[in-house]
């Protein structure tokens, strides 16, 4: 359907599509946050103006098909593997701009080790952590980032702690590197909140071109479908639910990242 | 008139509502009767006269509905 709007001549466009994102529809479920953050990711790519130079790699989770809604070039690793294929990318092509979006069952499950690793090793890579504490895609299981007693359909009864364990704090693990030097949890659970996460993306892919090691912007979000609310509820119950086991804030910042100016 | 303005591309809707809860001026809703071509109800203004162009719709909106207009700041000479 196309439409023409006559717009008034004394009007100014303040808000219009990215020009990093594909104009195709997503495949996800109405009011999910990956839809939110793909949009921050795509806008910072634009006011950066690294289009050209930006390579992502893609997760498997509910984004597993990102590459097709970025208007920049992107590989498909296999699950949790993505920190491992984008330092293959960076070292050979050092002056790319090389970012992973991972969810949390592709980050702190199967994919734990790589992302440590790489942190660790202070590969010049940028990750976008989106943890909503269930497997989205395969229908709603714990992940190790599942809250104690919360109730997904391989923990009917709440996740037990004496069996599951607890809740992996992600951040916190791979603040502990010394290869890493911008570390931050953040949520897009309000609009306050999504500005802040823009801005810590924004610092994550500057420290990036500066050359300044791993960077990683864990965010809270939700799975309206899989935690049978609607989008806004959720988003309610996350902020009152989550963050007291996943505080946000900086869990490292050099000072070379400190002193980056993020506008 | 209006300072701000929107341009909703309908079909791109998915009716998930999140843009209704944050307009500070709540002229948004989702269309009672009307579907899109995806089948959902979507977003539509209500008042588009009392739109301020502050774009809260289009910043919290997981899927690139709004375009977001606001009327020129006229520079004050000096
Ligand atoms: C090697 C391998 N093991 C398991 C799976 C099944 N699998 C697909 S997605 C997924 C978890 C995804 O969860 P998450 O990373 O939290 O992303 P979300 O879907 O919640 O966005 C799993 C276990 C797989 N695809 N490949
Ligand atoms: S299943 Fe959950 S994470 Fe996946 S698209 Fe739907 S709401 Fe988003
Ligand atoms: S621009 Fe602001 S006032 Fe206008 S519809 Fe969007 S949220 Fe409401």
Same mark, same amino acid.
């Given at each position: 359907?196309? &439409?023409?709007?006559?717009?008034?001549? +004394?009007?100014?466009?303040?808000?219009?599509?990215?020009?990093?994102?594909?104009?195709?529809?997503?495949?996800?479920?109405?009011?999910?946050?990956?839809?939110?953050?793909?949009?921050?990711?795509?806008?910072? !790519?634009?006011?950066?103006? !690294?289009?050209?130079?930006?390579?992502?790699?893609?997760?498997?989770?509910?984004?597993?098909?990102?590459?097709?809604?970025?208007?920049?070039?992107?590989?498909?690793? %296999?699950?949790?593997?993505?920190?491992?294929?984008?330092?293959?990318?960076?070292?050979?092509?050092?002056?790319?701009?090389?970012?992973?979006?991972? @969810? +949390?069952?592709?980050?702190?499950?199967?994919?734990?080790?790589?992302? !440590?690793? %790489?942190?660790?090793?202070? *590969?010049?890579?940028?990750?976008?952590?989106?943890?909503?504490?269930? =497997?989205?895609?395969?229908?709603?299981?714990?992940?190790?980032?599942?809250?104690?007693?919360?109730?997904?359909?391989?923990?009917?009864?709440?996740?037990?702690?004496?069996?599951? @364990?607890?809740?992996?704090?992600?951040?916190?693990?791979?603040?502990?590197? $010394?290869?890493?030097?911008?570390?931050?949890?953040?949520?897009?659970?309000?609009? /306050?909140?999504?500005?802040?996460?823009?801005?810590?993306?924004?610092?994550?892919?500057? %420290? #990036?071109?500066?050359?300044?090691?791993?960077?990683? &912007?864990?965010?809270?979000?939700?799975?309206?479908?899989?935690?049978?609310?609607? /989008?806004?509820?959720?988003?309610?119950?996350?902020?009152?639910?989550?963050?007291?086991?996943?505080?946000?804030? +900086?869990?490292?910042?050099?000072? *070379?990242?400190?002193?980056?100016?993020?506008? | 008139?209006?300072?701000?303005?929107?341009?909703?591309?309908?079909?791109?809707?998915?009716?998930? @509502?999140?843009?209704? #809860?944050?307009?500070?001026?709540?002229?948004? #809703?989702?269309?009672? +009767?009307?579907?899109?071509?995806?089948?959902?109800?979507?977003?539509?203004?209500? *008042?588009?006269?009392?739109?301020?162009?502050?774009?809260?719709?289009?910043?919290?909106?997981?899927?690139?509905?709004?375009?977001? =207009?606001?009327?020129?700041?006229?520079? $004050?000479?000096?």
């Amino acid at each position: 359907m196309s &439409v023409t709007v006559n717009i008034p001549a +004394d009007m100014e466009v303040v808000y219009e599509y990215p020009r990093s994102m594909n104009k195709v529809y997503t495949h996800y479920c109405p009011g999910c946050p990956h839809g939110i953050l793909h949009r921050l990711i795509a806008e910072v !790519i634009d006011e950066l103006g !690294i289009q050209d130079r930006c390579i992502g790699v893609a997760p498997v989770g509910c984004s597993v098909l990102i590459y097709k809604y970025f208007n920049v070039d992107f590989v498909e690793a %296999a699950h949790g593997r993505a920190p491992a294929m984008a330092t293959g990318i960076k070292r050979t092509n050092p002056d790319k701009i090389v970012f992973t979006y991972q @969810g +949390d069952g592709d980050m702190a499950a199967i994919g734990t080790a790589e992302a !440590i690793h %790489a942190a660790n090793r202070g *590969e010049r890579l940028t990750t976008v952590f989106v943890n909503n504490a269930i =497997y989205g895609m395969t229908g709603g299981q714990m992940a190790p980032t599942t809250l104690p007693g919360m109730v997904t359909t391989s923990t009917p009864m709440g996740r037990d702690v004496r069996l599951a @364990g607890y809740p992996v704090p992600m951040s916190e693990i791979l603040a502990q590197t $010394k290869g890493a030097v911008y570390i931050t949890r953040q949520m897009a659970l309000d609009l /306050p909140s999504i500005v802040k996460t823009k801005k810590a993306i924004k610092r994550a892919f500057m %420290a #990036q071109m500066a050359d300044l090691g791993y960077s990683s &912007v864990e965010v809270l979000s939700t799975c309206n479908t899989n935690w049978n609310m609607s /989008p806004w509820d959720s988003m309610v119950w996350a902020k009152e639910h989550m963050v007291p086991t996943f505080p946000l804030g +900086d869990f490292k910042m050099t000072d *070379e990242v400190r002193a980056l100016k993020v506008r | 008139m209006a300072k701000g303005m929107v341009v909703i591309d309908v079909d791109r809707c998915k009716g998930c @509502g999140l843009c209704v #809860q944050v307009c500070p001026v709540g002229i948004l #809703q989702l269309s009672p +009767d009307a579907f899109n071509a995806k089948g959902y109800h979507p977003v539509m203004v209500t *008042e588009m006269e009392k739109c301020t162009g502050c774009a809260s719709c289009a910043r919290i909106c997981p899927d690139v509905v709004f375009t977001v =207009y606001r009327k020129k700041r006229v520079r $004050k000479s000096a």
